[in-house]
């Protein structure tokens, strides 16, 4: 029987790759830049599986690259799948597939970096002292904010908000509330001692750390906008490791330039990988370049939970994390 074909677009870990090449006919991006869009309609036709990443944009226009003896899976690198037109791909009877659970620990420790950073200035002090500029210890050097007993308000409640909480909470003395389209289990909720806040401004000038982890796509698309951010406590500190179309950048530098926020932290920006000079210019803000799931143990269990995808599918079995 003809092995299944299939194209990786980046590079992945050697293990999973060779993980992968034992099993399937695959075919590696050599260079690891990103595929044009033409690049990547002519894989459709050409593979079994597309196994694409954040940093491709598989639009309509990709997805009509299949055709009858094209990609039947799309099996993505990451949760994270608003790069995917999904209703095309299902249009079309492709399957897409992503990898939940694995990065879940990883994204709420790059919350918590964040959280830490933005609050103790760490970016300006290093920024400082590796410019020469620290002329030693006094009492009102670069003064950030504590953490214990201060309100951590979660936009989004999921596996990455609750592992966030848990670090928070039980970590950092931390108080959590969060919005929700539904309340969690109450064994949830006592955990966490979380309070459920069913009105997003209400959650928003409550809390002394916003952090949000709701995926991107057109429902989420600027929800933290302007009047959103006049809704924060002031002094408050805005932290993003879900997606960057989720917030208006413009409005956050601006919040952030008067000090009606106190800072914030960015690990992702609806244009990757640019960056709103409007943030690059300022000193309050922590801006990292999307490691969320950047650990080692992390990439190897996302890049095997794509292979265990691809495996059910050329087997014919039902897809383990089938999202469309
Ligand atoms: C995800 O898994 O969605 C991360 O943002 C990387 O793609």
Redesign the pocket.
């Known amino acids: 029987m003809a092995r299944i074909r299939v194209l990786v677009t980046r590079r992945w870990p050697a293990e999973v790759e060779r993980a992968l090449a034992e099993r399937f006919d695959v075919v590696l991006n050599e260079n690891d830049k990103p595929m044009s869009q033409a690049a990547l309609a002519e894989a459709m036709g050409a593979f079994d599986v597309l196994c694409p ?3 491709d944009r598989i639009d309509a226009g990709v997805i009509a690259g299949a055709r009858e003896t094209g990609v039947k899976l799309i099996a ?6 608003d790069h995917i037109a999904i209703e095309d791909a299902r249009a079309r009877g492709i399957a897409v597939t ?2 939940p659970g694995v ?1 879940t620990d990883a ?1 709420a420790d790059l919350a918590l970096t964040l959280i830490l950073m933005a609050a103790r200035r760490a970016g300006e002090g290093e920024r400082e002292l590796r410019a020469g500029g620290w002329s030693g210890w006094r009492p009102t050097h670069l003064i950030g904010s504590a953490l214990k007993d201060k309100v951590l308000g979660l936009v989004g409640f999921g596996r990455i908000g609750r592992a966030t909480a848990r670090r928070a909470r039980h970590g950092f003395g931390m108080r959590i509330a969060y919005y929700a389209r539904h309340a969690a289990a109450d064994d949830v909720a006592r955990e966490l001692d979380a309070e459920f806040c069913p009105d997003l401004a209400d959650l928003l000038a409550r809390s002394d750390f916003v952090s949000l982890h709701i995926p991107g796509g057109a429902e989420t698309e600027n929800l933290i906008d302007a009047q959103a951010i006049s809704a924060m406590k002031r002094g408050s500190y805005l932290i993003n ?1 879900a ?1 960057g179309g989720i917030v208006d950048y413009q409005a956050l530098a601006e919040a952030l330039s008067s000090r009606q926020l106190a800072g914030a932290g960015l690990d ?1 920006y609806p244009q990757e990988p640019q960056i709103p000079a409007s943030l690059l210019a300022l000193e309050n803000v922590v801006l990292l370049p ?1 490691l ?2 950047a650990n080692a143990e992390t990439r190897i269990a ?1 890049g095997m939970r794509a292979a265990a995808n691809i495996e059910a599918f050329a087997a014919g079995r039902n897809l383990p994390d089938r999202v469309a």
């Open positions: 990443t954040v940093s993505n690198y990451g949760v994270g799948f992503n990898t990065l994204t490791t997606r992702v999307h969320g799931s996302m």
